[in-house]
């Protein structure tokens, strides 16, 4: 069983930065694609950015691409989501999940993942 757990939320001021972790228990971490998602407050949770099993592929939604940045370090089982120039729009939980995949898979969507986090919390304040 596959078990994911985020940590570094947490509350900053617009333009700042952080960087969330997702640790990664159970085996085979390279064998999976990996994403991160965001769920604001009466929002639907909504794709961030995924990276593909081996790193070698990411893909970014539109609001993260320039100030996000996906990674992974398959060798201690963690991924990772990078944010600069934070903005109080990106105010949400931020989750981890993982699927599967080959070496090419960038899933985007909720559905196509199997495993998710519960959570870490980042506030940006105006």
């Known amino acids: 069983q596959v078990q994911l757990a985020e940590s570094g939320g947490s509350s900053v001021q617009a333009g700042g930065s952080l960087r969330l972790s997702c640790a990664v228990s159970?085996?085979?971490?390279?064998?999976?694609?990996m994403g991160w998602f965001r769920q604001a407050p009466e929002k639907e949770r909504e794709f961030v950015a995924t990276i593909s099993r081996g790193g070698g592929y990411t893909s970014y939604a539109a609001p993260a691409k320039g100030r996000f940045t996906i990674s992974r370090d398959n060798a201690k089982n963690m991924a990772f989501l990078q944010m600069v120039s934070l903005k109080p729009e990106d105010t949400a939980v931020y989750y981890c999940?993982?699927?599967?995949?080959?070496?090419?898979?960038?899933?985007?969507?909720?559905?196509?993942?199997?495993?998710w986090g519960q959570g870490t919390r980042v506030t940006v304040s105006s």
């Open positions: 999940a993982a699927v599967l995949g080959s070496w090419t898979l960038l899933p985007r969507t909720r559905d196509e993942y199997d495993y």
């Open positions: 159970g085996p085979s971490f390279g064998s999976y694609a």
